[in-house]
Structure formats: C-alpha cells, structure tokens
C-alpha cells in the first residue's frame, strides 16, 4: 500500500512519514522541496505524486484561505485513480460548513470512500523554535487575545501517531477526531510551566482580537490570515475550546504527552 504524505517536511508530516515507514508502509513523501518536486498549486507535480497512491495524509496549501477549489480536482481525479483513504488535518477549532479549512473537510468528507478529519487542538510545538509563542517565551512575555481562556494543547508527537493509526488500520477510520493533549492550559498556565522547566521567568500579556490582528500582521502574516488566527484567540478566550479528547490514549493505546513533558523533553535541563 503506498501512502502519500503531503506536508512531508512539516511539523506533522514528517513524523507521520517516520512512523509509517517503521510500521513498514510505502510511504512517498511529498513537498515543494522533495524530489520530486510536489506542490498544490502546481498541477504538473501532481500526477506523479499521487501515482498509486491508496492513502493520503493530507495538508492543504498552507496559508490558502481557500483550498477547497484547489484540492477539489486533484481528489476527485485521485479517487478515480485509486485512492481510497484520506486523513485530513484540519483543526479542533473548525467545524464543517464554515470557510476555509472547513470547506475542505466537506470536500473530503464527500469525495473520498474513506475519509477521516483529523482535529487536534493547538500543537505544543508552538512554544518551541520560531513560532510567535514561542519567540514571546524566550523574550520573556507571551501576547495573546485569549484572556483567561484554556487550550489543551497537543503534542505533534501525538497527533502523528493517531494519522498513523488512522492511515494503517484496516477498517475503515473515524471520520471526526479531535485530538488533544490530556489537560486544558491558560497561556498564564503555560507561562508558569515554562518558567518551571526553563528557570526563564515568562508572562502572558492579554490584549484584544484587533490588536493581536496587528502584531501578527507586524510579524509579515498576511492581514487575511492574521485576522482568522486572532479570532481563534477570541474563541478560545470565549471557553469553547477546553475541552479534552480522548483520541490519542483510544488510537494509540497511549496516554498524551503533557506540555510539562514536551518542554522538559526540548528544553536543556537546569542546572
Ligand atoms: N499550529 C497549530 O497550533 C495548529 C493547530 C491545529 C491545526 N493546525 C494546522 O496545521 C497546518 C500547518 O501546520 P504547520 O504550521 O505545522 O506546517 P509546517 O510545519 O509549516 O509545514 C508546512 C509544510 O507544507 C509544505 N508546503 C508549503 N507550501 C506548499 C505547497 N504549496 N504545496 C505543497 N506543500 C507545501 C512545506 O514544505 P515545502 O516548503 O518544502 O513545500 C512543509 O512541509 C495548518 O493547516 C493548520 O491549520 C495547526
């Protein structure tokens, strides 16, 4: 069974690619900067990868406010072709019927034989290398418009594991997963267990949907894309996105990884 991995050098993608090929899947991974080259907005690129394939894991076009369009006749000719299963990675936040990411779950929800949305929450890995969280830790204040809101974030780790199981099993999977890690955390939750894991004092700074809107579009993120990604703030500001999952102990038959354990595991240990 080849399955193809787009998003194969990303935070998901490549760990989903490791894990299949040690479970001794064909795996073909996919990107702009594989070879050969892959690339959603490139139909030249897409035959060739696609070739065979009977699973997908499947990121659409990042910063694409609306990939349905995109994807929609590269699916439907794949499903043509034979491609059986697709593992969507959307996010917890998104629900069908709305713009954007959740068109494309309808659109994959309806054209493939085998779909399954995958939803994690926010992945863990934002406090860590160049994410704006992440950059906001180590300098020492965390800026966000969700209050006193709680997310439960979710190690990539994690959701790699529950594609995988997902990608591999031989009935057909869960069309909705949402995937969390095992606990809901404020961001002045996750200031205080950086500040204990790193000794680095950090604090969380609340602002409003309009001005995070403009620190991210100051930090070069397209105004479009800036303003849905604040307004995600407002909805975790809102308490809507709390709650926890099981997912990942149901898939995988083990327990999360806390963002304690991830950061301990990233971060140089304290003298
Ligand atoms: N971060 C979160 O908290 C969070 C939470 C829930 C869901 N999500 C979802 O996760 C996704 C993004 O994940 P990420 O930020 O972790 O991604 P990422 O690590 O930045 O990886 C992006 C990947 O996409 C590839 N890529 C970029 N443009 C492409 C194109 N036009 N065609 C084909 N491949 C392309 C890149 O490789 P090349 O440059 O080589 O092409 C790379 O492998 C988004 O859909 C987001 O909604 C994120």
Redesign the pocket.
Known sequence: MTVLV?????????RIADLLETAGADVRR?????SP??????PATHDAAFEGAESLYL??????PDPAPVLAPVLERAVRRGLRRVVL??????ERGTPG?GAVQDLVLGTVPEPSVL?????T??LLGD?LTARGLRAGEVVTATGDGRVP??D?GDIAAVAAALLLDPAPPEPDVVVTGPAALSYDDVCAVWTEVTGRTARHRPVTVSAMTARLVADGMPADYAAVLAGLDGLIAAGSQARTSDAVLRLTGRAPHSVRDVLREACPVRS
């Open positions: 787009t998003e194969a050098t990303g935070t998901t993608g490549r996919a990107a702009r900067s594989s080259g892959f690339d959603w907005l490139d990121l659409p076009p990042p910063a694409t990675l959307s996010a917890a936040a998104v990411l939803r994690p929450s926010w992945f890995q934002n994410h974030f979710v990539a």
